[in-house]
């Protein structure tokens, strides 16, 4: 049940940068177009970009919020509008998200061909399919596989049927105490998987970034902890339920509205003071845990409003930029390995490492917007009418 209210822009805008926070994080992966990369950063600067994972909790608490804000959850859905939302939302998603999973195909074929054993093909195909169904998430092994940041949509897609029912029983808490307390206890629930992973008897330090953190945890449990839709559902939730604090103070035409940047920057501010402790922090309580409220501060301080990053974020090229941050997020690995590869291969000896990170920079940028223009707004609008028509 959509809801008619105008658009905050600074959320939609910040989702630019965030994007590009992620792209940084797989350049500083061993690649033959950035292999400079590493050697150039410093040491803070470094861990910054090896942290952008803190990125993604921004994202499911941006798209809860986001999605609370714009539908109405003051009463239980009926089936029609269940269904309603969920084509809506996949139509919304899938098109770019499939075109990800093309742009890989001739790679995982490429690395078959190479290797093949009957097993990995089976392998392969058995997490092509869980890819297709966006399940490969709720499977510590396949959560990666094929295009790595589609482990994120596999959560979000679970986010989605949950939203009817979730969303509104969020939304009948009221009071600013009933919802600090339920967002406190939502980020005390978070702790309990990723500490279980810590403690968990270790046969190995699994995904230990450049940054040295402390990863005890076995593998499979850490990726288990990481990627499992259930196990984010808090980050999502934590959206809900700033979207219902920014309802109440709307309503009840709060003084702080218009004063985001009291919360915002703070926000800003602690999550960059957390990456410098990065490194001192097991790595799955800081990959999940430790930086969620402040990213929920941030939200938070967009949504009332006012400062002047507001206003830059307002502006309409910045409104557009962060339209298209979804196709960079999911087109920007698939980018990186076949231009990485071609690149390897045929341009290696004459243009040198910087020149080839900075053409994969504008590949990835031109290719976003013109997938946001030509595949995303078209089938947006068809597929809005359509369902119209139908349920």
């Given amino acids: 049940m959509p809801s008619t209210q105008a658009p905050i822009h600074p959320l939609t805008s910040i989702r ?23 050697a150039t950063i410093p040491g803070f600067a470094y861990r910054v970009v090896r942290t952008a994972y803190s990125a993604v909790s921004l994202f499911f608490i941006i798209s809860g919020f986001s999605l609370t804000y714009n539908h109405d959850l003051g009463a239980p859905w009926t089936a ?16 770019i998200y499939l075109l990800g999973l093309l742009l890989m195909l001739p790679v995982v074929a490429t690395r078959l061909a190479w290797d093949y054993s009957p097993a990995r093909a089976l392998r392969d195909a058995g997490s092509g399919l869980l890819n297709l169904g966006l399940l490969q998430a709720w499977l510590p092994q396949t959560a990666l596989s094929w295009n790595p940041p589609g482990w994120s949509l596999s959560a979000e897609a ?16 009221r009071g600013p105490r009933r919802l600090l307390l339920a967002a406190a206890a939502l980020w005390a629930c978070t702790l309990a998987a990723p500490l279980a992973a810590v403690l ?32 984010r559902l808090p980050d999502f939730c934590l959206g809900i339920l700033v979207a219902r604090l920014v309802a109440d103070l709307r309503h009840g035409r709060s003084p702080l509205l218009g004063r985001g940047p009291w919360f915002y920057l703070p926000g800003a501010a602690l999550i960059l003071g957390s990456l410098a402790w990065a490194h001192r922090i097991p790595y799955p309580i800081f990959h999940n845990v430790l930086t969620l409220p402040f990213c ?20 309409p090229a910045w409104v ?17 390995i076949l231009i990485g590869f071609g690149y390897r291969q045929r341009v290696h000896a004459k243009l040198p490492a910087p020149g080839g990170t900075a053409l994969y920079l504008l590949a990835v940028l031109a290719l976003s917007c013109l997938t946001y223009k030509c595949i995303e707004l078209p089938l947006n609008r068809y597929f809005r009418k359509k369902i119209a028509r139908t349920f």
């Avoid at 679970?158 to 808490?173: I, N, S």
């Avoid at 501060?297 to 974020?313: Q, S, Y």
């Fill in 158 to 173: 679970f986010f989605y049927l949950c939203f009817p029912a979730v969303g509104v029983a969020l939304w009948r808490l």
């Fill in 80 to 95: 029609a509008a269940w269904k309603r939302f969920a084509a809506t939302r996949l139509t919304r998603i899938y098109p």
């Fill in 320 to 336: 557009f930029l962060g339209n298209t941050s979804y196709s960079i997020y999911i087109l920007h690995v698939p980018m990186l």
């Fill in 200 to 231: 968990a008897p270790a046969r190995g330090f699994g995904d230990v970034p450049a940054t040295d953190l402390l990863a005890r945890a076995n593998p499979l449990v850490s990726d288990f902890v990481k990627f499992n839709p259930l196990l």
């Fill in 296 to 315: 929920a501060l941030v939200v938070f301080g967009l949504a009332l409003g006012g400062g002047r990053l507001d206003r830059w974020l307002s502006a």
């Fill in 16 to 38: 630019f940068p965030l994007s590009c926070w992620v792209v940084l994080y797989h350049l500083t992966v061993p690649n033959p177009l950035a292999a400079h990369i590493p």
